[in-house]
């Protein structure tokens, strides 16, 4: 049954034998603080009325290749324009690779991004084959006007990404920059707004000033990261071509169900998301007043902090029931940076509690 190690390293190129398959670490009896997920269940009298909803599936059917009534629902609730089309995926990471692949056919099509950011951008990129070009984001976090500017000019993407708010660093970036870089911009610029939920600030309503914006969202950080849905926003041209790209029945049935109930509650998902706002600003300041631990500003459901030791801080964390995220093995601007997910004011408080005693040794 097993091939030779030989068959193996003929059949795949090097690319993707010397890559790793995305890890995500084992939480099984750890408080989860190292995803972006919303910590709170609903309420049981929605859950019941969601059961009930379920009876009514076909699973023997396939899904509606167009659901309209979700994306009618989920314009509502994004405040899409009414000129802009919506293409769905199986979650954001999807429309990233679906974007991407629009590019296989060039021989020298270049993806860029500031870095650090969102690591499926790079990682999807470099699978396919795609060059990427990374530009390195300020100490502070914000964008480089002149490298920008400088790399844009340089390598002419065809694609931007732009994370607003941007992960793992929480910022979001100039919004008059990002403009001036759209304006720029010889392609298309994708601004990705996974953290909308927790932010006070969106390009959705600048669809409508340019032709080459397409705004990408989630509904993983708001609460539903299980069903994997997120979409794209955007002129109906683009998003037209890039339509041939998505699999026929790439959202499943219980997805399409579940997403437009939950929208039908959004005002639950609203105030569990401001329930998550007020406790990140309170974490924040709790954090900022240990002595050896820098929190930068977030705009997004987590926060990012620099530690004397982040492996150390990592490890004892874990020893003590929390999982957080260690981006300290990335470097450079992140070498002993830590991502925390804002959790439950409990959850908050047990790492707090434990950040304590484990920074005074
Ligand atoms: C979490 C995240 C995504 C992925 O979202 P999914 O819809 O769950 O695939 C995309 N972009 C950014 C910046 C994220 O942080």
Known sequence: MNPSKDKIRNFFSPRILNSNAYHVPSAEGLIKLDAMENPYDWPETMVEAWLACLREVHPNRYPDPQPLSLKQSLRQYAQVPKEAEILLGNGSDEIIQILLMTLLGHSDATV?????????????????????????????????????????????????????????????????????????????????????????????????????????????????????????????????????????????????????????????????????????????????????????????????????????????????????KNLSPAGGLLKNCLRVTIGTPAENQAFLGSIKTIIRG
């Open 112 to 324: 860029l991004a500031p870095e650090p950011t969102f690591v499926m951008y790079r990682q999807l990129a470099s699978m396919l084959g795609i060059q990427f070009a990374g530009v390195p984001l300020q100490t502070d976090f914000s964008l480089d006007p002149e490298k920008m500017m400088r790399a844009i000019q340089l390598h002419q993407p065809q694609l931007v990404f732009l994370a607003y708010p941007n992960n793992p660093t929480g910022n979001l970036f100039d919004a008059d920059l990002i403009h001036e870089l759209i304006d720029q911009a010889p392609g298309l610029v994708v601004i990705d707004e996974a953290y909308a939920p927790f932010a006070e600030a969106s390009f959705m309503a600048q669809l409508e000033n340019y032709d080459n914006l397409l705004v990408m969202r989630t509904l993983s950080k708001l609460g539903l990261a299980g069903l994997r849905l997120g979409f794209l926003a955007g002129p109906p041209a683009w998003l037209e071509q890039l339509d041939k790209l998505r699999l026929p029945y790439n959202i499943n049935i219980l997805t399409q169900l579940t997403a437009e109930f939950a929208l039908a509650h959004a005002d639950v998902f609203a105030k569990q998301t401001s329930q998550i706002r007020v406790d990140r600003e309170r974490l924040s300041k709790q954090l900022q007043s240990l002595p050896m631990v820098e929190v930068y500003p977030s705009a997004a459901n987590f926060l990012l902090m620099r530690v004397p030791d982040a492996d150390d801080v990592f490890q004892q964390l874990k020893a003590q029931k929390i999982l957080v």
